[in-house]
T-cell receptor, first 112, second 109 residues
């Protein structure tokens, strides 16, 4: 049984560009959450998706948007990239919002 | 959402038992406590979760006193590979999981 998978593993973009990160949840999970982790800090909650809708959002600007597909996979989109968006982006899935979250390996985004 | 406080770092030696205590004074009745382990450039790995008293699994134990204002993660007989950052979380319905800065555990030979 595959766990949470994320793609790509690494990504390099320049300021002003847009990026899309992808996540496939663990089998049997229907809830996906996204986190941003800057170097040396704990993960920061971006938002959570359930039944293809954003259910809760952290303190992130509208440049950060997402989508969940009928198969429960999810995308994180970031527009107008800033240098400060460089981070490890983590996806976590769970059976529902009350269940334990299981994390993927992350996507390392570098903005130059 | 309950805020958590944990030591910034801890050192230990191989074979020792390590106890990491987390305080969460504002924990609500329905909240539960979860611990994750994270290695550099990897996603956090679930270790253990509990609501009250003691929970034990194959890798750790979690002790939660009656007032639930703190919890202690116990790692028996640590090895070099246990060097990592350990996060204590208070989960409030799972909608908005808040990570603190974590505890950096360094295990020496």
């Amino acid at each position: 049984d595959a766990g949470v998978t994320q793609s790509p593993t690494h990504l390099i973009k320049t300021r002003g560009q847009q990026v899309t990160l992808r996540c496939s949840p663990k089998s049997g999970h229907d809830t996906v959450s996204w986190y941003q982790q800057a170097l040396g800090q704990g993960p920061q909650f971006i938002f959570q998706y359930y039944e293809e809708e954003e259910r809760q959002r952290g303190n992130f600007p509208d440049r950060f948007s997402g989508h969940q597909f009928p198969n429960y996979s999810s995308e994180l989109n970031v527009n107008a990239l800033l240098l400060g968006d460089s981070a490890l982006y983590l996806c976590a899935s769970s059976k529902d919002s009350f269940d334990t979250q299981y994390f993927g390996p992350g996507t390392r985004l570098t903005v130059l | 959402l309950a805020k958590t406080t944990q030591p910034i770092s801890m050192d230990s030696y191989e074979g020792q038992e390590v106890n990491i205590t987390c305080s969460h004074n504002n924990i609500a009745t329905n909240d539960y406590i979860t611990w994750y382990q994270q290695f550099p450039s990897q996603g956090p790995r679930f270790i253990i979760q509990g609501y009250k008293t003691k929970v034990t699994n194959e890798v750790a134990s979690l002790f939660i006193p009656a007032d639930r204002k703190s919890s202690t993660l116990s790692l028996p007989r640590v090895s070099l590979s246990d060097t990592a950052v350990y996060y204590c979380l208070v989960v409030s319905g799972g909608f908005k999981t808040i990570f603190g800065a974590g505890t950096r555990l360094f295990v020496k030979a």
